[in-house]
T-cell receptor, first 110, second 115 residues
């Protein structure tokens, strides 16, 4: 049973446009959510997080939105750059328990 | 560089052999995690230490797997009698609990190939 789902295995976006990556979760105990970016042959790199007490967190070009009632979060990247091309993982957790989604491969086309 | 480091980066072994991986966390981090990642999947939790105490182990961690963090600093993950199904990327992460939230920082991983 997948507690964290990323239903789009891949996404292609034109440089300069907005990238929207989606994530759904099932466990209502999750109270902290994170996005990681992963390049080939490297470990995941932390991007941005959000607590369940917020519905939005912004850091530069990256914004994460949380809709608790729908158990859905999204990552917006504006504007998208070719260097953003990577696999993006959503993670959800409570305490020290974290579950990762399967990832979405983002390709930003020049 | 003061990030999480892992050694070796790559390991090729024959089925039945034992392998050991090392993780050095960020120095002020008291929590250390091991994950396994296979192609097309996200990291799957294996085990977790707070200081030197191993507080949680996943069902994925069979008896052939053992992890230690003897002095609450670096950690080792040993796999005995490796099987082809153990082939994966083994990731280590560390964190320092801030309030109720725990942001984990990952190392580059050790890619294990079992022939």
């Amino acid at each position: 049973d997948q507690q964290v789902k990323q239903n789009s295995p891949s996404l292609s976006v034109q440089e300069g446009r907005i990238s929207i990556l989606n994530c759904d979760y099932t466990n209502s105990m999750f109270d902290y959510f994170l996005w990681y970016k992963k390049y080939p042959a490297e470990g995941p790199t932390f991007l941005i997080s959000i607590s369940s007490i917020k519905d939005k967190n912004e850091d530069g070009r990256f914004t994460v939105f949380l809709n608790k009632s729908a158990k859905h979060l999204s990552l917006h990247i504006v504007p998208s750059q070719p260097g953003d091309s990577a696999v993006y993982f959503c993670a959800a957790g409570y305490g020290q328990n974290f579950v990762f989604g399967p990832g979405t491969r983002l390709s930003v086309l020049p | 560089d003061t990030g999480v480091s892992q050694d070796p980066r790559h390991k090729i072994t024959k089925r039945g052999q034992n392998v050991t991986f090392r993780c050095d966390p960020i120095s002020e981090h008291n929590r250390l995690y091991w994950y396994r990642q296979t192609l097309g999947q996200g990291p799957e939790f294996l085990t977790y230490f707070q200081n030197e105490a191993q507080l949680e182990k996943s069902r994925l961690l069979s008896d052939r797997f053992s992890a230690e963090r003897p002095k609450g600093s670096f950690s080792t993950l040993e796999i005995q009698r490796t099987e082809q199904g153990d082939s994966a990327m083994y990731l280590c992460a560390s964190s320092r609990l801030a309030g109720s939230q725990d942001t984990q920082y990952f190392g580059p991983g050790t890619r294990l190939t079992v022939l």
